[in-house]
Structures are given as structure tokens and as C-alpha cells.
DNA sequence: TTATTTGATTGATTTAAATCAACGCGTACC
DNA sequence: GGTACGCGTTGATTTAAATCAATCAAATAA
């Protein structure tokens, strides 16, 4: 069991570009003050607004984080996928989630001590370097999100969801979506009848193939220029 | 004309929150290595898509950080007051800029070499420390943002514009409006002629006082019922 | 001075997308 | 077996906000 903890652990270091620059002794360090815990799809992870006092690591499975809203529709701002740390700008702020994350398949993620982090990026630079890259990156996909949710139209937004799909989240096209339609909607700032009409208008221009969760992006071009256009 | 550099430097060293940290001769290198610029109203300061090789902190007036959006509005994703420094997370994706800066006031800025700052970063792990906590704010203003933006009605996004403007970018009430009616306009990502309406809804509601640009928020506690419920 | 431009404002019209409503289908559950 | 429930789909209707168009006022230039 010890052990199994430990490989997986390894695992993550070779294959994270965050944990790769942590030493054996510092990965020992995470592994002792981590739990590794096993999701079904639709589970709770962590909820906006409770407190966070972990950093969590996601080892298989897949994960939406998106922004609850009182009486309203729910916006994913991420999905994602192993092994990836989820960047969550509360442990640095007010020690509170700023969203919630939601396992959309069979998920194992690993929960962190925050401190145990906050010693890492104190202590290893090369580690606090990452960080930074890492939430850069963040950054400038909200403001893509941003940019399409706010500018473009349905079509140009759907555009813009199918590219972030595929390659990055589901890396072999066809693909099988394990997301509902209302997390399509969700992805993309809408209903899930608007997004239904307009993968029906995709589907009938040739642009994508769709049978029930059964995904073929057939042109690629058209949707980036769709996705441009708006 | 040096003396008076130094004196900028010890000034911002005192009142910004990130370069407070840092020793003397740590500023000094900052000191060195920086040029303060004056900006005139609608000036640019950096360009969205342009190398960014630098970093810029704000000393006087107010700047617009925008998206750019090919036949598109604009959106304003923040406004900076000195002394503050511009996040972008530019340097450390791909070393452009994601964003416009424009100077809304007469506006001085300090430009920063970028190697200097990524060295202290690595250096001074409590400036690292700041620095991510910084950015781990904006990031949290982003989500408001976006939840803002796309789930709310006008009178809820402008009800959110208005608690942003004051007390965080004009401390008084009332206070003379420094930016268009097109900036409100993308700073609440809805058209001017929408924004000019909700403004005289407000004005009918003795939410606000309006005259030309001349604002005083009336009703505070009514603002924020609209902004949270949409 | 008048002419020109720019920003603010108002009203009329259009439209994109949401909402509402209904139905089919598969799965779970009495 | 049938009933209930959730998810996906489709069509009809509504609506919020954009667009279009015109006017006004103030600032700037000729």
C-alpha cells in the first residue's frame, strides 16, 4: 500500500511539469502530508466558498471546476486533466474556494497540505518559477474565456469550446464525450438547447460528426475561423 | 533629476505592497534598470499582442487594462491606480502581452526590465510570495468578471461597476468620472447606448446622483442587492 | 466667427439567444 | 410490468439588449 502511494507519487513528479523540479527529499516531503482519494463522476471535490486548506492534484479521471451563480447557470472556467495541480487563487487570498470542482469521470486526485506547498514555493525557487508559469498560463486562458464568452456569438463560442476539447482535453479525435450537454453549456456560456442547435448546425454543414457522445471534429480550419470570427 | 528617480523609488518601495519586500540594494537594481514615462489621456502604454519585455508599475493617473477583440468591443478587464504594478502574465508565457494598456489620466509609469523582476522573483521568496499572491487576487477578480459578464443583466453589471469604481478606483463619493461613457461601457461589456439607459434608471431610482461626469452613489447597500442578484 | 468633430443621449427597430413547452428514449425503481 | 426520472432534442414564443438612426451639446479647428 506504502509503496503503491510512493510509485504513484514518482509518477507524478516525471509526468507534472510543476512537481519535476522538486528533489527525492522534497517529494517525500508531499508525499507524507497527502491523501490520494478516489471520485465517481458527479462528486464534489471541493465547493466554492467553503474554506481551502489543500491543493489538489489530479491523477486520473477528469475535473470541471466552474463558478457557481444564485439563481443562475453555472460557468466552467477549466476542465482538467491529469497530472495536473488545480490552480485555485483562494490558498493565497482568503483561504476560501473561488470555485467548485466536480469529477466528470472515475477520478483519483491527490489532496495536498497547503502549507506543505507554500513551503515548497518559499523554499525552491525553480518550484515558485513553475507556480508562476502555471497561473500565467491560467491567466490567459480566462482571458480567452472571457474574450468568448463576452464578444462572440453562439457559434463562434461553440467553436471555441469544440478546440479546447479537442486536442487538449480528449486527445484522439473521434473522441467519446464524457461531458453532458448542459457542462457543454456550461463550457460555453450557454443553454443547453442553444448548444444542441448549434451542434446540429455544425453536424449538417460537415464540420463535425455526432452521434449521441460520439465526436469526429472533421474541419478543424473551419472551426478556428469560425471560432475567430465569432 | 537622479535624486529625484531615487526619491520615486523609495516612495513606491513604501506604498506598494509588492516592493516593500525588497532590501534597499534590491531596489537600487530596480532603481537601475527602469524608466519612468509620462502618458497622456488615451496614450498607450503597451499593446496587446506586442513583446513584452518589460514590466510597468503605475505611479500617477489611471490605466485601462483591455482586451482587444478583432470587430469587436473592447473589455476592459481592470483598472490600475498607483502605486500598482501591471499584471500580465506575459513574461512568463510567451513574452507578449495579452492585454492593451491606456492611460486614462495624465499617468506616469515606471518601466521595468523583465529579467530584473524574474531575478528577484528567484532571489527574494517573500517578493515571490507577494507576487503570487497578487496575481492570486487579479485572478480572482477575473472570476467575478467573467461571472459578471455572462450571467448577469445590465443593471447587474453596471450595479457591479459601480461598487468596482468606488470605493477601489475613485476613493470618494462623490467623484468626477474620468472615463467615458465607452469605457463604462466595456468595463460592464454591453454597449454605451445601454449603459447611458441603466445609468438613468438609476438616476430615476435615486440610486445615483448624475450630472454629466459627476457621480455620487446614493444608495450603496440598494447597488450591491442589484449587483448580486443580476 | 462659422464649420467640424467628438461624445452623450434618446427613440425606434431588429435580432440573437433565452425561455417555455412538449416529447422521445433509455434507465432505474417500485 | 409499468411508472418515474433524467437527459437529449425540437419547435414556438418571448425578451433583453444590440443595432440603427437622429439629435444635441461641447470642444476644437479653420
Redesign the interface.
Given at each position: 500500500m506504502a509503496l503503491e502511494i510512493q510509485n504513484t507519487c514518482l509518477a507524478c513528479k516525471k509526468s507534472s511539469d510543476i512537481f519535476n523540479v522538486l528533489s527525492d527529499s522534497e517529494i517525500k516531503e508531499v508525499d507524507c502530508h497527502k491523501a490520494s482519494i478516489h471520485y465517481k463522476p458527479g462528486e464534489i471535490i471541493f465547493k466554492q466558498g467553503a474554506p481551502s486548506n489543500f491543493f489538489v492534484c489530479v491523477t486520473s479521471g477528469l475535473v470541471k471546476l466552474y463558478?457557481e451563480?444564485?439563481?443562475?447557470?453555472n460557468?466552467i472556467?477549466g476542465l482538467i486533466r491529469p497530472i495536473n495541480y488545480i490552480?485555485e487563487?483562494?490558498?493565497?487570498?482568503d483561504q476560501h474556494h473561488?470555485?467548485t470542482a466536480v469529477a466528470c469521470e472515475e477520478t483519483t486526485a491527490c489532496l495536498i497540505d497547503a502549507h506543505i506547498m507554500?513551503e515548497l514555493?518559499?523554499?525552491n525557487?525553480e518550484f515558485?518559477?513553475e507556480?508562476?508559469?502555471k497561473?500565467?498560463?491560467?491567466?490567459?486562458r480566462?482571458?480567452d474565456?472571457?474574450?468568448s464568452?463576452?464578444?462572440?456569438h453562439v457559434y463562434g463560442r461553440v467553436a471555441d469550446t469544440l478546440t479546447y476539447l479537442y486536442p487538449g482535453i480528449y486527445a484522439e479525435n473521434p473522441f467519446d464525450l464524457t461531458l453532458s450537454r448542459q457542462d457543454l453549456a456550461d463550457l460555453s456560456?450557454m443553454t443547453k438547447e442553444s448548444i444542441i442547435r448549434v451542434l446540429k448546425k455544425f453536424k449538417e454543414e460537415k464540420i463535425i460528426k455526432l452521434e449521441a457522445n460520439h465526436i469526429e471534429i472533421l474541419d478543424q480550419e473551419k472551426l478556428e475561423v469560425i471560432a475567430?470570427?465569432?
Amino acid at each position: 500500500m506504502a509503496l503503491e502511494i510512493q510509485n504513484t507519487c514518482l509518477a507524478c513528479k516525471k509526468s507534472s511539469d510543476i512537481f519535476n523540479v522538486l528533489s527525492d527529499s522534497e517529494i517525500k516531503e508531499v508525499d507524507c502530508h497527502k491523501a490520494s482519494i478516489h471520485y465517481k463522476p458527479g462528486e464534489i471535490i471541493f465547493k466554492q466558498g467553503a474554506p481551502s486548506n489543500f491543493f489538489v492534484c489530479v491523477t486520473s479521471g477528469l475535473v470541471k471546476l466552474y463558478i457557481e451563480h444564485q439563481n443562475s447557470r453555472n460557468l466552467i472556467i477549466g476542465l482538467i486533466r491529469p497530472i495536473n495541480y488545480i490552480f485555485e487563487p483562494g490558498p493565497f487570498v482568503d483561504q476560501h474556494h473561488h470555485v467548485t470542482a466536480v469529477a466528470c469521470e472515475e477520478t483519483t486526485a491527490c489532496l495536498i497540505d497547503a502549507h506543505i506547498m507554500k513551503e515548497l514555493i518559499s523554499k525552491n525557487t525553480e518550484f515558485a518559477n513553475e507556480f508562476i508559469r502555471k497561473i500565467s498560463v491560467q491567466a490567459v486562458r480566462l482571458f480567452d474565456r472571457i474574450s468568448s464568452c463576452t464578444q462572440k456569438h453562439v457559434y463562434g463560442r461553440v467553436a471555441d469550446t469544440l478546440t479546447y476539447l479537442y486536442p487538449g482535453i480528449y486527445a484522439e479525435n473521434p473522441f467519446d464525450l464524457t461531458l453532458s450537454r448542459q457542462d457543454l453549456a456550461d463550457l460555453s456560456g450557454m443553454t443547453k438547447e442553444s448548444i444542441i442547435r448549434v451542434l446540429k448546425k455544425f453536424k449538417e454543414e460537415k464540420i463535425i460528426k455526432l452521434e449521441a457522445n460520439h465526436i469526429e471534429i472533421l474541419d478543424q480550419e473551419k472551426l478556428e475561423v469560425i471560432a475567430k470570427k465569432g
